[in-house]
């Protein structure tokens, strides 16, 4: 999507990085997509890994991301591993707009993430 000149001149400086690096805008489902994939070939998370975590702790991680823009005290309480804990000590009153909407990308990618691992256990219920 391409915004006319018109609305460009008076886009916030952090226009670029919201969008994904460039001053056209990807969709929410191609940033999700590309968040799935790194969390898939930068951190490890592949279908194994995410097998390992059978009593809902990908749903709740999202939760928490998604919640963060609302509560950063309720997404402490229902963060669902020790650490790292993405909202310890952070002062929420001055996130920008860039780190809210990576927020909820990574939301979307682990409810993304969430959603294969219960169809994997629905096809193959002896496995995961």
């Not at 709740?60 to 000590?89: I, R, V």
Request: glycine share 6%.
């Amino acid at each position: 999507m391409s915004l006319p000149d018109t609305y460009t001149a008076s886009l916030p400086e952090d226009f670029e990085q919201i969008m994904g690096g460039s001053a056209k805008a990807k969709s929410a489902i191609e940033l999700i997509a590309e968040e799935r994939h790194r969390q898939i070939d930068t951190k490890g998370f592949s279908a194994a890994h995410d097998d390992e975590h059978d009593f809902g702790q990908i749903a709740a991680a999202a939760g928490c991301y998604a919640l963060a823009g609302w509560s950063n005290t309720t997404s402490q309480e229902l963060w669902p591993w020790e650490e790292p804990n993405p909202w310890k000590d952070q002062d929420r009153w001055n996130i920008t707009p860039a780190e809210r909407i990576n927020e909820l990308v990574k939301a979307g990618a682990l409810i993304a993430a969430e959603i294969d691992r219960l169809q994997r256990s629905m096809l193959n219920p002896s496995k995961v």
